[in-house]
């Protein structure tokens, strides 16, 4: 095989394990298994991470992101997540995850209920990886929220 063939086979690798841990992120985010999500991000307490939820501050360090992810499966009884526009690139040992987060989540189930409310919302998110020797760890996650026009927007938006 030639150097460039040898390239592109380990960049497509690569690109490949990457989609596999950033699709590891929000399953674990599905079932609500903490455990599998602390193994996601970048170990050791020295290292910093950061995320940024969704109308949230800034959160640096492993210990507080690790929080508010224990936090939001605490308070949520479901949530499941449809990923479009999903698009990785890389350099190095660093790659980067943008993609639509279509959300769909319930609260606490209501009385005679086996499940509370669904509400459906759009985020755009970033997430970074690194790449160590137990393979590609999240360094960053950053979600914005998508805003939708209302009816009230669109009669402001037409003339009169």
Request: proline letters at 6%.
């Amino acid at each position: 095989m030639n150097e460039p063939q040898d390239e592109q086979a380990s960049a497509a690798a690569d690109i490949e394990a990457v989609e596999r841990a950033n699709t590891a992120f929000y399953e674990a985010m599905e079932r609500g298994d903490l455990d599998e999500l602390t193994a996601l991000w970048l170990p050791g307490e020295d290292l910093t991470v950061s995320c940024v939820h969704p109308g949230w501050p800034v959160l640096t360090g492993r210990g507080e992101v690790l929080r508010s992810y224990a936090l939001i499966m605490a308070n949520t009884e479901y949530i499941q997540f449809f990923l479009t526009d999903v698009g990785v690139s890389m350099t190095g040992d660093t790659a980067l995850v943008t993609c639509t987060e279509n959300i769909l989540s319930g609260g606490p189930a209501e009385e005679g209920s086996s499940l509370g409310p669904l509400v459906g919302q759009l985020v755009v998110a970033t997430n970074v990886f690194r790449r160590t020797p137990d393979g590609w760890k999240l360094w960053s996650h950053h979600g914005s929220p998508v805003l939708s026009e209302t009816d009230e927007d669109e009669d402001e938006d037409s003339p009169s």
